[in-house]
């Protein structure tokens, strides 16, 4: 009976250490597929979000909509954007798009008073009846001011064919408002 009784705590035993060992294993796969892939960052999504949401707008011409994905403070700084926003309306021509996965970036700082600003920066393609390269920069998180929170630039650029380069333009970092078709 004792031998039966220790037979059984070490089978249970066993079975607990290989349903542990199982955990630990998935815990490692999950951190190895997080550390081939990236983190998921949820920004991506919204950020593709603010894209399709212009390019949605162009194609309906409604540029009020297209501003309104714009951070307030960008709006202020930016005289000319509601001509640029004319201009993107009379450049941007495709009915239907998909993205290519998008180049982006991340960056976080803190200011003097100890809030932080989180920015954006996203390269990718735009494929449809039209292929274009595109650019943009937002800010995400802005906690000392709020009015920051938007998209700052646009950069867009129509090409012939779906080329694999990304689309940067020298100053791109201090530039405010929508820039089509620049070549530099």
Same mark, same amino acid.
């Given at each position: *009976?004792?031998?039966?009784?220790? !037979? ?18 998935? @815990?490692?796969? %999950? *951190?190895? %597929? #997080? ?15 603010? %894209?399709?949401?212009?390019? $949605?707008?162009?194609?309906? #011409? ?7 994905? &714009?951070?307030?403070?960008? /709006?202020?700084? #930016?005289?000319?954007?509601?001509? #640029? ?9 495709? $009915?239907?798009?998909? &993205? ?5 970036? /991340? ?13 954006? $920066?996203? =390269?990718?393609?735009?494929?449809? $009846?039209?292929?274009?390269? !595109?650019?943009? =920069? ?10 920051? /929170?938007?998209?700052?630039?646009? &950069? %867009? &650029? ?11 333009? @020298?100053?791109?970092?201090? *530039? !405010?408002? /929508? ?6």
């Amino acid at each position: *009976m004792k031998k039966r009784r220790i !037979v059984s705590l070490l089978l249970a035993a066993a079975i607990l250490a290989a349903a542990l060992t199982g955990c630990a294993n998935l @815990k490692v796969g %999950l *951190m190895l %597929l #997080q550390h081939a892939t990236g983190p998921y960052d949820p920004m991506d999504r919204v950020m593709e979000d603010r %894209l399709n949401a212009i390019l $949605e707008a162009a194609v309906a #011409q409604d540029a009020a909509a297209i501003k309104a994905q &714009f951070a307030p403070n960008a /709006i202020a700084a #930016q005289p000319e954007l509601d001509d #640029q926003i004319e201009a993107l309306l009379a450049y941007y021509n495709n $009915e239907t798009w998909e &993205f290519e996965i998008p180049a982006t970036g /991340i960056s976080e700082s803190r200011n003097e008073t100890g809030g932080t600003t989180r920015s954006y $920066e996203m =390269h990718s393609r735009i494929d449809g $009846e039209k292929y274009y390269l !595109v650019s943009m =920069h937002a800010v995400v998180n802005d906690t000392t001011e709020p009015d920051n /929170i938007g998209i700052w630039s646009l &950069f %867009l &650029f129509h090409v012939d064919v779906p080329v694999r380069e990304r689309y940067y333009i @020298k100053g791109e970092n201090d *530039m !405010v408002g /929508i820039y089509v078709d620049l070549s530099d």
